[in-house]
């Protein structure tokens, strides 16, 4: 039972332009939400994270944009540059529940960001 | 300062044969995770550990797999008569687990080949 997912397994986008990464959970106690970027044969970097008090959050190139009603989140880069080429893990927490911070992880979104 | 730090980074055991994989997390962190990551999946939560308190095991597969944390820093992940469905790249990562910092800083991963 797949709780947070990424349904599409790539991208592909040309140099400037604007990657969109999507991702979507079915547990409605989730309430802190993560992206992770993971180069070959490296552990996974973490890039930016949202509250579910907020539904926008923004660092540089990176904006994650999330929608509560809809149990969807998506991490937007702009402009997109070829050393953002990687696997883009999407990640959530409970913590209102009072269980700890472990992570649930989505598959994995490779992206490919061509000159 | 350092990362989170791994050894060793590839293992191949034979069918049968109990392996200890080592985690250094950052220093100054109270928390400390372990996950792993089969082919073509996300990363799975096996453990957790914060400061003096109870470890989570809910996500360890079977009685086989076993960690602890010695002097709330290092810790050591064992699997005993390991199977070959246990190849994955296991990975560490450790976070100060606090209101205002709830990101977890991954190591690079141990590559476990069961043969």
């Not at chain 1, 509560?68 to 070829?82: D, E, M, R």
């Not at chain 1, 472990?102 to 000159?115: A, C, H, N, W």
Request: aromatic share 10%.
């Amino acid at each position: 039972d797949q709780q947070v997912k990424q349904n599409s397994p790539s991208l592909s986008v040309q140099e400037g332009r604007i990657s969109i990464l999507n991702c979507d959970y079915t547990n409605s106690m989730f309430d802190y939400f993560l992206w992770y970027k993971k180069y070959p044969a490296e552990g996974p970097t973490f890039l930016i994270s949202i509250s579910s008090i907020k539904d926008k959050n923004e660092d540089g190139r990176f904006t994650v944009f999330l929608n509560k009603s809809a149990k969807h989140l998506s991490l937007h880069i702009v402009p997109s540059q070829p050393g953002d080429s990687a696997v883009y893990f999407c990640a959530a927490s409970a913590r209102r529940t009072g269980a700890n911070s472990k992570l649930t992880f989505g598959k994995g979104i490779t992206l490919s960001v061509r000159p | 300062g350092a990362g989170v730090s791994q050894s060793p980074s590839n293992k191949v055991t034979e069918k049968g044969k109990d392996v200890e994989l080592r985690c250094d997390p950052i220093s100054g962190h109270t928390a400390l995770y372990w996950y792993r990551q089969s082919l073509g999946q996300g990363l799975e939560f096996l453990i957790y550990f914060q400061g003096n308190s109870a470890p989570d095991k809910s996500g360890l597969p079977s009685d086989r797999f076993s960690a602890e944390r010695t002097g709330g820093s290092v810790s050591t992940l064992t699997i005993q008569r390991t199977q070959q469905e246990d190849s994955a790249v296991y990975l560490c990562a450790s976070s100060l687990d606090e209101v205002s910092s709830y990101e977890q800083y991954f190591g690079p991963g141990t590559r476990l080949t069961v043969t």
